[in-house]
């Protein structure tokens, strides 16, 4: 395969390449291996990033609600800005929507959302499982009291 060299080299020639093979019908000049693979990883980015959004999500509501006396504009925007991304990558991509109920997803995004909180506060008194809801977690009139 011509391609495969320059996979390992330079993705971004490579996949121009792929992408000119695929338009122009050369199928047989494919890097099928490589190309499934990408595929793949344009799936697991979308589910990195919803993961990613949780978490910073989780833990900015996580200090709303266990430091009151500290909360902020700041912290409102990043929670409507996670929010809105959340419903974005949703609404775009549907599949995703079952990663929100999915109670081991959950709890991995509730457990780097805690090293997140506990990091930026200094508390550790956080519930040890996610308390809320997830319909709670993404409404945008909802906050933790």
């Known amino acids: 395969m011509s391609t495969t060299a320059s996979y390992e080299h330079d993705v971004i020639a490579w996949a121009n390449e792929q992408a000119r093979l695929l338009r122009a019908g050369q199928f047989d000049r494919l890097d099928i291996e490589h190309l499934a693979e990408e595929i793949e990883d344009v799936g697991m ?10 978490a910073v999500l989780l833990a900015h509501l996580l200090k709303w609600q266990f430091q009151p006396e500290r909360r902020t504009r700041s912290w409102e925007a990043t ?7 959340i419903a974005h ?17 959950l709890r991995d995004a509730w ?23 997830v319909g709670d977690i993404l409404d945008p009139g909802w906050m933790p009291q």
């Open 79 to 85: 929670i409507r800005v996670q929010r809105d991304g």
């Open 45 to 54: 980015s979308e589910q990195r990033e919803l993961a990613s959004r949780m």
């Open 89 to 105: 990558r949703v609404e775009r991509t549907p599949t995703l929507k079952h990663s929100l109920h999915d109670p081991d997803w």
């Open 111 to 133: 457990t780097d959302a805690l090293a997140k909180a506990i990091d930026e506060t200094g508390l550790s008194e956080f519930p040890h499982d996610c308390p809320w809801p």
